[in-house]
């Protein structure tokens, strides 16, 4: 049903005041989504991490949010060339051999390193970056590491509780517009911590409540249940078990998502060491094009022991035969991928644009203002 001319005039009302913070069905797009790096998390997020939107990844430490966020930094500086990532190393622990071994330029035309001493210069160099319009993806590492001035100021018996979950409160609101007026991305690390105020015990996400209801996705991680993968350490000075973890199985789990169904889960292979066995450091591509592949139709079940490939080839002895025959044929590897995002691609869709139709005499096609001549 078209609009009427009072709903057009009052929206032109609403846009002289408020200006581009009335939304319009012809400005209405599909976000411009950066990889994550794995394809089956792409998926359940929808595409991605969404440009003009803030995020957050959770979990306990050491579990490879910063990793995945390296990731996500290196997927960025290719798509977008022209524009510089930013990394706010709260915990003053960014490794830069492991950013460049995943992929991340930190060259200074394309990256910035800043590590601010409280929680209001984290506001405010999150402000800066994402004003100047050069920079199109924040990383903050992490929540779990802020701390308002307030407490670096006061002495040991005087209180500052409080101050800093206010902090963190402003500063997410005032991101989350700045993010969707300079189309830019922001991405939240932040830990578990015990939850004190629990009687019964348990954990919660550092920072305050306002962080998960400012946040367009919410990404939990863990591990699965798979053992992980080891090698021998032949030079090893200990009496204990001499093995090296190379590989292991993460899984992500969308708690919140408000560009696509929440609930999905990915679990994928990461490898963090170089290894002949099981390949170079990074996202096992292999293991993950077999299970979309599966999941997707991409890889037919003829049988509960036999797979048909892309190429039309039948494979058997279930999925350790697919995995043996993907090792032999590394190019049915991008062969699955292609039609695995072929399968998916109502999920994942490229930027669209949506204007008015059927609207009444008198009204502006495209800005929904009523015409002079009909006023």
């Not at 490879?64 to 990731?71: A, I, R």
């Not at 930094?73 to 798509?79: G, H, K, S, T």
């Not at 679990?267 to 094009?289: C, H, L, M, Q, S």
């Not at 999925?319 to 998916?344: C, D, F, T, Y």
């Amino acid at each position: 049903m078209p609009p009427s001319k009072g709903l057009a005039k009052l929206r032109a009302d609403l846009t002289k005041v408020y200006g581009d913070r009335v939304s319009r069905r012809d400005t209405m797009t599909r976000p411009t989504f950066i990889s994550s790096g794995s394809l089956t998390l792409d998926y359940a997020l929808g595409g991605g991490f969404a440009l003009g939107r803030t995020h957050e990844i959770v979990g306990p430490e050491g579990m490879g949010k910063t990793t995945l966020l390296n990731l996500t930094i290196a997927n960025f500086q290719r798509q977008f060339p022209d524009r510089a990532a930013a990394i706010i190393d709260m915990e003053q622990a960014y490794d830069f051999e492991w950013a460049v071994k995943l992929g991340v330029d930190i060259s200074e035309e394309r990256f910035f390193h800043l590590y601010p001493n409280d929680s209001e210069d984290v506001s405010d160099q999150i402000s800066m970056l994402l004003r100047s319009g050069e920079v199109g993806l924040v990383g903050v590492d992490s929540i779990g590491g802020m701390e308002s001035r307030a407490a670096f100021e006061k002495k040991a018996e005087e209180s500052a509780m409080g101050k800093n979950a206010q902090v963190i409160s402003r500063m997410v609101k005032r991101v989350a517009g700045l993010a969707r007026e300079h189309t830019a991305a922001v991405i939240f690390i932040n830990q578990y911590r015990a939850d004190i105020g629990n009687p019964r015990g348990g954990q919660k996400p550092a920072g305050p409540s306002a962080l998960k209801y400012n946040t367009t996705t919410q990404l939990k991680m863990s591990r699965t249940g798979e053992p992980t993968k080891k090698v021998s350490i032949t030079d090893a000075v200990s009496k204990a078990p001499a093995e090296l973890e190379v590989s292991r199985q993460l899984r992500v789990k969308v708690t919140r998502n408000k560009l696509a169904p929440q609930g999905r889960v990915a679990d994928f292979w990461f490898r963090n060491v170089d290894t002949d066995k099981y390949g170079p450091v990074g996202i096992d591509r292999a293991d993950e094009a077999i299970a979309l592949g599966i999941a997707t139709g991409a890889i037919k079940r003829l049988s509960t022991v036999s797979y048909e490939m892309p190429d039309g080839t039948t494979v058997k002895g279930g999925r350790p035969g697919v995995e043996a025959a993907i090792a032999e044929r590394p190019e049915l590897v991008e062969q699955v991928r292609a039609k695995a995002l072929e399968a998916i691609s109502g999920d994942v869709k490229a930027d669209h644009t949506v204007s008015y139709d059927d609207v009444p005499d008198g009204v502006d096609t495209t800005t929904g203002e009523i015409l002079e001549e009909a006023a």
